[in-house]
């Protein structure tokens, strides 16, 4: 039932006030009830109030602890003697050290589309914003008012269900895991950070994603590279923390040495630009490549082109209310003319998933919708291996290649994806959909799902 939950400054310390009509909820009239807000938790005495509407209850300031009790509607929920006020959802979208304004919280006004459907306490925090110690969290919580909407600033305590979009610092995180368990979605695996050379080591044992991966080796040596270009025409080095394509090389066999080419973001330069180097110099090329970070050597899928823009998808991978994976659209990228990278913010564009299939591949409509169904079943599969790796993670971005012969290829994992992809593809309902189901899914974690 949704009801309003007032916090009363003057009421007994440690009482709950509540009507006649709410005491008819427990199967006896109780003395003393335990009350759950988020995290905090606190046993009160139950004291019947007159003077309260029949959609209000009371908890007096004191027992609070110093957290804030907007006036917003809740839906509590009466077990036993126990009494649920929610749902209580954080999301942590600024990351450490990020300077926060009401601007920038403004921008998550659309992350709150479906609040009339979760209602109770949804706030927005920085990771600075969590204290461990005294279990609190400073942010800004939202409300509904009219055509328009508010955000204001708060201390709440840990939420039933905590959303995260930002990064957050190693101690931070397990402590809260500690307490959130499942809870916290979208948190590491395992505790650590997810990159391409874990992807390749967790898909590629299973027999049904290992042919949809680009075979891959963790580089180390000149003889990686050299094994790697034995098999294929061109390769692919890739540094596993980063994305967006950045830091990546292709490299290929040429006359005594190796072309390495890399890709120009400059929307104005040439595509890409070739470093040759000599045998002999390419252990010291790869050594100073490794000392900077990590680099995997991946097998190079020769992409579609069209209008020399090479093409590959972004299949947008949610759980939704029933806590299943599922699909929520696929996005078709298109790279910079001539170019040996999908990034298409270098001066290339987004277009709708199905119609790049039908109008770039040549597919019927038919060829098309089994293409994607197979794209999203491959997706599918791969995310239930990440939820059998000890994290929860609920909104994922898989980028998959189809190459001239259909086959697909999964190429990369985002965790945090850019929802803005929907945007660029001119897709804003899809944006919309992709932007408020992590919520849905929030609400249905904390166990107050209509």
């Known amino acids: 039932m949704a009801m309003y939950v007032k916090k009363l400054n003057h009421a007994e310390k440690d009482s709950l006030h509540v009507n006649q009509a709410f005491l008819r909820k427990f199967v006896s009239r109780p003395s003393t009830v335990q009350v759950h807000f988020g995290g905090w938790s606190r046993q009160l005495k139950v004291r019947v109030s007159q003077s309260l509407p029949s959609n209000t209850i009371g908890i007096s300031s004191p027992s609070l602890e110093g957290y ?58 920085g990771a600075d914003d969590i204290s461990l110690q005294a279990r609190k969290i400073r942010g800004y919580y939202y409300s509904p008012n009219g055509k328009k909407s508010n955000w204001t600033l708060g201390t709440f305590p840990y939420p039933s269900a905590l959303y995260r979009r930002a990064a957050l610092n190693p101690p931070t995180y397990k402590a809260l895991k500690r ?98 180097v000599r045998t002999k110099e390419a252990a010291g090329f790869l050594a100073n490549l490794l000392r900077e970070q990590q680099y995997i050597v991946q097998q190079g899928i020769e992409m579609k082109r069209k209008d020399s823009r090479g093409i590959d998808f ?101 965790i945090l994806p850019d929802h803005h992809l929907a945007l660029y593809a001119k897709q804003r309902d899809l944006y919309l959909k992709q932007v408020a189901k992590p919520l849905l899914y929030a609400n249905a974690l904390s166990g107050f799902k209509t």
């Open 68 to 125: 804030s009790l907007p006036a917003l509607q809740y839906k509590v929920l009466v077990k036993g003697k126990n009494v649920h006020i929610g749902p209580v959802l954080g999301i942590v979208v600024f990351k450490p050290g990020a300077d926060i304004t009401i601007e920038k919280v403004k921008n998550y006004n659309d992350y709150l589309r479906p609040y009339s459907h979760i209602q109770g306490l949804i706030f927005v925090c």
């Open 179 to 276: 307490v959130l368990g499942k809870r916290l979605f979208n948190g590491y695996f395992l505790g650590d950070h997810f990159n391409k050379w874990k992807l390749w080591k967790w898909l590629s044992p299973n027999p049904a994603i290992r042919k949809h991966l680009p075979h891959t080796r963790k580089l180390q040596s000149r003889k990686d590279l050299d094994d790697m270009l034995s098999r294929y025409n061109a390769v692919y080095l890739k540094p596993t923390m980063e994305s967006m394509a950045r830091g990546i090389i292709k490299a290929v066999r040429s006359g005594d040495g190796y072309q390495f080419i890399y890709p120009e973001n400059n929307k104005k330069a040439s595509a890409y630009r070739i470093v040759p």
């Open 314 to 414: 972004r299949v947008i991978m949610q759980k939704n209310e029933q806590l299943q994976w599922s699909c929520t659209g696929v996005i078709a990228r298109f790279g910079k003319k001539n170019g040996i990278v999908t990034n298409f913010t270098s001066a290339g564009f987004a277009s709708k998933g199905l119609n790049a299939l039908q109008g770039t591949y040549g597919y019927s409509r038919s060829q098309s919708l089994q293409t994607q169904q197979r794209m999203i079943e491959i997706c599918t599969k791969a995310c239930k291996v990440f939820d059998a790796k000890g994290g929860n993670y609920a909104d994922i971005g898989v980028d998959v290649m189809v190459d001239k012969n259909g086959h697909i290829y999964v190429l990369e994992v985002n």
